[in-house]
């Protein structure tokens, strides 16, 4: 599985980053890179992009025929590149909460500004190529989605009903598919 990609942009390589301990509490600095060399715990926010059913509803769930917003990530990303998200998001910066970390990537990565986002919950992701303490967001609505930072290359529309099948097919970033999708398919069985 390639993960990494040599022509990661070289300004992000060398970002601060926080590393973390088990508490999601910052110990130490240091670069995107050394972070991603020795694969150290870090912060991260995901948000969910839904297209609500046109159905009007009472409830906060979700249906399984509202759409849930994906992206192909770019070829020169640091992690999982060219593969398919179901979140917009990324690392915290240094000191930035959670909440401002996901209005800024969700800004940067998909062109959208000024929601409420809905914190769905936490969770912790232990992989071969990533370790993260996440918070995991939902941003609902018929908002226009428009990349604005090269991030995204590609974004499409999955019915959530469908998003089992859709995930069979495609190379999805395992953390997306660990943190988000519990989230989602909760608030889909929620509606009974």
Same mark, same amino acid.
């Given at each position: ?10 300004? @992000?390589?060398? +970002? #601060?980053? =926080? ?5 999601? %509490?910052?110990? /130490? $600095?240091?670069? !995107? ?68 970390? @996901?209005?800024? +990537? #969700?800004? =940067? ?5 000024? %929601?409420?986002? /809905? $914190?769905?919950? !936490? ?70």
């Amino acid at each position: 599985m390639n993960t990494t990609d040599a022509g990661a942009d070289p300004q @992000a390589a060398a +970002e #601060l980053v =926080e590393v973390v301990d088990e508490n999601a %509490l910052p110990i /130490r $600095l240091v670069t !995107r890179a050394e972070m991603r060399a020795q694969n150290l715990w870090h912060r991260s926010t995901f948000v969910a992009v839904v297209r609500p059913d046109p159905d009007p509803r009472d409830d906060q769930g979700l249906r399984p025929t509202d759409r849930l917003v994906v992206h192909q990530r770019a070829s020169w990303k640091d992690l999982f590149p060219s593969y398919w998200d179901l979140a917009f998001g990324g690392v915290c910066g240094v000191g930035e909460d959670w909440g401002t970390a @996901a209005e800024r +990537e #969700l800004s =940067e990565e998909a062109g959208v500004s000024g %929601l409420d986002l /809905r $914190l769905l919950g !936490r969770g912790t992701y232990d992989g071969d190529h990533s370790r993260c303490h996440a918070q995991i967001y939902l941003a609902a609505g018929s908002m226009a989605i428009e990349p604005q930072d090269g991030e995204a290359v590609a974004v499409e529309e999955v019915v959530l009903g469908l998003l089992t099948t859709w995930v069979e097919s495609r190379s999805v970033c395992p953390d997306s598919l660990a943190l988000v999708v519990p989230h989602l398919a909760a608030l889909v069985d929620s509606v009974g």
